[in-house]
């Protein structure tokens, strides 16, 4: 009884199998005969096979029929919802007038490749009846009628949500980076380039001076007594100094210099194209206007600055020693003054 069971199981699971693909076989049958058949005119159905209408008629993606040259010869019922255009106005007109004028090129080697392949893919921008613009994706096949005539089929599906959601992500992640690039190169409180991206750009102003045979020269300048006006005045105060400081230097210096801030209340100005007398007189320049400034303390703040010029073969490190130490002299001889550093070991 119980081996009649198992047979009876095994008899109708093959049935079942030879039913399926039968029915896979007359659907595969139908579709063909649906984009296989001779474009009728408007208003005629492609094929007269009921599965194959079904599957033509309510499909959401646009399918089409082309010369080979791209003029429509027949386009499914769904035409004016796709396009908002009525299907009996493209009849006879090229698909090109529809693509967007930056994808045309793009589209073109698309054409080329179904002529050739017998089968492409190309995502585009698709004209609207009012004039928009549409993200579509269309598949395109060769297709040969029984006479020899050559066609092309194409499926296009709207995909402009996808697409636009796509940029938009695009977008955020492109902000995200930038912000993460400025949060890893600028200084949070003064905004100014931190001490990595000061070094970055020293390092760089170097290379193109070894390249260029020009001069360089480089400033380190400290604020005076910073730590009793924090110690007085308490750090919130301490702060807005090193902001007022930061925009006094941006507005002193030439558009082509760079400021960072090197480390607390010291600061790295980088000068191209600039000798040992020029470089002086900047940094006086700019320990003038602090110093004549008012600031959020109410007291009058003043630096102290060492200059230094870029020698033959030197490296930035011997460069940045230089300036610290002629710097420090600064600091020595009384404060709010500019000292030159000695000229490189040669």
């Known amino acids: 009884m119980a081996d009649t069971t198992i047979e009876e199981k095994l008899r109708r699971l093959a049935n079942l199998r030879a039913e399926i693909r039968q029915l896979q076989e007359e659907i595969a049958e139908a579709g063909s005969r649906a984009l296989d058949a001779e474009a009728e005119p408007v208003g005629e159905t492609i094929a007269d096979d009921d599965l194959a209408r079904l599957i033509v008629n309510?499909?959401?993606d646009l399918i089409t029929v082309h010369n080979v040259d791209g003029t429509y010869l027949w386009i499914s019922a769904n035409c004016e919802e796709f396009l908002g255009i009525p299907?009996?106005?493209?009849?006879g007109t090229s698909a090109y007038d529809l693509f967007h004028p930056e994808d045309l090129?793009?589209?073109?080697?698309?054409?080329?490749?179904?002529?050739?392949?017998?089968?492409?893919?190309?995502?585009y921008r698709l004209r609207q009846g009012d004039g928009s613009y549409r993200w579509a994706e269309t598949r395109s096949y060769l297709n040969r009628?029984?006479?020899g005539t050559v066609r092309l089929v194409a499926i296009t599906r709207d995909v402009h949500d996808r697409i636009t959601e796509q940029e938009r992500a695009r977008h955020v992640e492109r902000r995200l980076k930038e912000r993460l690039m400025d949060l890893a190169s600028t200084d949070g409180l003064t905004r100014l380039m931190n001490r990595m991206s000061g070094d970055a750009t020293l390092r760089r102003e170097v290379s193109r001076v070894r390249r260029s045979g020009t001069q360089l020269s480089v400033v380190l300048a400290d604020i005076d007594h910073f730590k009793s006006i924090n110690d007085r005045f308490g750090h919130s105060v301490g702060?807005?100094?090193?902001?007022?400081?930061?925009?006094?230097?941006?507005?002193t210096v030439r558009e082509y210099d760079s400021v960072s801030r090197w480390g607390g209340e010291e600061f790295l100005l980088v000068l191209p194209e600039t000798g040992p007398q020029d470089a002086a007189?900047?940094?006086?320049?700019?320990?003038?206007a602090l110093e004549s400034a008012n600031n959020a303390s109410g007291e009058q703040v003043t630096l102290s600055a060492?200059?230094?010029t870029l020698g033959p073969d030197e490296t930035v490190e011997v460069l940045?020693?230089?300036?610290?130490?002629?710097?420090?002299?600064?600091?020595?001889?009384?404060r709010n003054r500019v000292v030159s550093g000695a000229p490189p070991t040669p």
């Open 320 to 334: 940045l020693a230089r300036a610290d130490s002629a710097l420090y002299r600064a600091k020595d001889e009384g």
């Open 105 to 123: 090129n793009r589209i073109a080697h698309d054409h080329a490749d179904t002529l050739d392949i017998s089968s492409s893919h190309v995502t």
């Open 281 to 288: 007189v900047l940094a006086e320049r700019v320990r003038c």
């Open 58 to 60: 309510r499909s959401h």
């Open 306 to 308: 060492g200059v230094a």
């Open 87 to 91: 299907r009996e106005k493209l009849i």
């Open 145 to 147: 009628t029984l006479d």
């Open 239 to 251: 702060d807005a100094v090193l902001v007022g400081t930061a925009q006094i230097m941006r507005d």
